[in-house]
């Protein structure tokens, strides 16, 4: 069974401060998308991360995939409250038909 | 184009009842899977549907049912409800191996 942990669970920051949300696991995937979901919404995808090592940026948000493809991260500049809310990792396997496996999400509050 | 279409967007249900939950993927895609969404299980993998076939299914009871129709649209049944059961349903459609494109959601409350 592949799973995803993401770290932190909760985040709570001060706007304009910086911060990191981690995505790790054991298994290898084909590739890894990034999703954030505001209450009672369903999620929208950020972007899709597909090579080992591959850096990828949207404006002050800044995507990267381990080496391995074992794990992601996300690292937000300069925080706004617009970025609050719930940010999803999901890490594909094209081995399994392209079966996605979501982690528990990382809650982001942004205070103004 | 549009997107991942859910309806109906709320539902209230008694105990007991069954419901069924429609999605709409985005035109050109042929994979549909459902979710489960509760705020202390996060996001739980229903089913996926490929092709009118149920292609892989998460760990729920068979109370949990769907399908799939020729032009890719899906339902999702849930038969018997329980008070558990209560709970955002994302329904997200993808092209291939791609990643998945979400709906909006179905708010299902069970009294």
């Known amino acids: 069974t592949q799973l995803l942990e993401q770290s932190p669970q909760f985040l709570s920051i001060q706007e304009g401060e910086n911060l990191t949300v981690y995505c790790n696991s054991s298994?290898?995937?084909?590739?890894l998308q990034w999703y954030r979901q505001e209450p009672g919404e369903g999620p929208v995808l950020l972007v899709t991360?597909?090579?080992?090592?591959e850096v990828k940026k949207l404006k002050r948000l800044t995507f990267q995939f381990g080496d391995a493809r074992k794990d992601s991260s996300l690292h937000i500049t300069a925080a706004q409250t617009g970025d609050t809310g719930l940010y999803l990792c999901?890490?594909?396997?094209?081995?399994?038909?392209?079966?996605?496996?979501f982690g528990d999400g990382t809650t982001l509050t942004v205070k103004p | 184009k549009a997107g991942v279409t859910q309806t109906p967007r709320y539902l209230i249900k008694t105990r007991g009842q069954q419901v069924t939950l429609s999605c709409s993927p985005i035109?050109?895609?042929?994979?549909v899977s459902w979710y489960q969404q509760t705020p202390g299980q996060g996001l739980q993998f229903l089913f996926e549907?490929?092709?009118?076939?149920?292609?892989n299914k998460g760990n729920f009871p068979g109370r949990f049912s769907g399908r799939q129709f020729s032009n890719s649209r899906s339902e999702m049944n849930v038969s018997t409800l329980e008070l558990g059961d209560s709970a955002l349903y994302l329904c997200?459609?993808?092209?291939?191996?791609?990643?998945?494109?979400f709906g909006q959601g179905t708010r299902l409350t069970v009294v």
């Open positions: 997200a459609s993808r092209r291939g191996t791609s990643e998945a494109f």
């Open positions: 549907y490929f092709s009118e076939t149920q292609r």
């Open positions: 298994s290898v995937f084909s590739s």
């Open positions: 991360v597909v090579t080992g090592g």
């Open positions: 999901a890490g594909t396997d094209n081995t399994n038909a392209g079966k996605s496996t």
């Open positions: 035109s050109g895609h042929r994979s």
